[in-house]
């Protein structure tokens, strides 16, 4: 219970910018407006109260069948597509949902492989914001709170993602599932698939199979480049968990111009004013 208490404090004390709700969706959507303006996409979306409704009530397993005809509409034409397989913003109980799930469509084992793992991580995420929110109602009404004073709170729970790059059998994207409301709070997920190969590809599919030392070489000399004229850097020692080295769980994305980026999450290599560290990464032939 001290702990809930001294949540209660922390919020009460903590100035939350109106604005707040606009900022994490400026940050997440950010990317993905900058490349649906390169494309055309028509997504016809839920706008009504009662099919957002039919949503949440079915609880958090989402119908394929009517998800699909709400969004059926390929990004690009080839072997797959990515479809927006739910779309759809609610507010209920103080929690503001704004979310949008991909799903990948093609004739293959490794699209159904994704779209349920994508399914199960948006599952647990909705799951976890409404379990935060619940603890935490139950916690400042224990340590004082009263119910008007909790109606006044509010609490961002968002899913969305971003093509990175795109061809005509293989795909680059990042789902994001956010949560806000005393701090944001942002997971991201990576996936690089080749359907014509019907798997996931590497880091060694782009950088050959001295990726690890490529890969090394270049985010070594970009933490270097990135210090001030003092030498202060955000980034930890390798001895305090800085970064050390890449390895085959380390997340990364293609651009359109077809170049690696090696990412890092927040406060993984870097303090947390670092935000997500991502390091474009410099072969030897440039």
């Not at 706008?47 to 009517?66: D, K, R």
């Not at 080749?194 to 950088?207: G, K, N």
């Not at 199979?209 to 480049?225: G, K, L, M, P, Y």
Request: glycine content about 6%; overall charge negative; aromatic content about 12%.
């Amino acid at each position: 219970m001290n702990e809930f208490k001294h949540a209660k404090e922390i919020y009460d004390n903590t100035t939350i910018p109106s604005e707040l709700s606009g900022r994490v969706m400026a940050g997440i959507r950010n990317g993905k407006a900058r490349y649906q303006s390169r494309r055309s996409r028509t997504i016809r979306r839920w706008t009504t109260i009662a099919a957002c409704f039919c949503v949440m009530l079915a609880g958090l397993n989402l119908s394929p069948a009517l998800a699909r005809a709400a969004a059926n509409v390929p990004v690009l034409g080839g072997v797959f597509r990515v479809l927006t397989f739910v779309d759809y913003n609610k507010s209920e109980d103080g929690i503001d949902y704004s979310i949008s799930v991909p799903e990948v469509e093609a004739e293959s084992m490794l699209a159904e492989k994704v779209n349920t793992v994508i399914q199960e991580k948006v599952d647990q995420h909705l799951a976890k914001a409404q379990r935060d929110w619940d603890e935490y109602r139950e916690a400042f009404l224990a340590t004082g709170g009263t119910e008007d004073e909790w109606s006044g709170r509010k609490m961002d729970v968002i899913i969305d993602y971003e093509i990175m790059s795109q061809t005509e059998d293989r795909v680059s994207f990042i789902v994001y599932f956010a949560e806000g409301w005393v701090s944001s709070q942002e997971e991201r997920y990576y996936y690089n698939l080749d359907f014509t190969e019907d798997r996931e590809l590497e880091l060694r599919d782009f950088l050959g199979e001295d990726w690890v030392s490529v890969c090394n070489a270049s985010i070594q000399r970009q933490i270097e480049e990135r210090a001030n004229a003092e030498g202060s850097t955000l980034f930890f020692a390798p001895d305090e968990g800085g970064f050390t080295t890449v390895d085959k769980s380390t997340d990364f994305y293609v651009r359109e111009d077809g170049r690696v980026v090696v990412c890092f999450p927040k406060y993984s290599i870097a303090a947390g004013a670092a935000g997500n560290v991502e390091f474009v990464i410099q072969t030897p032939e440039g």
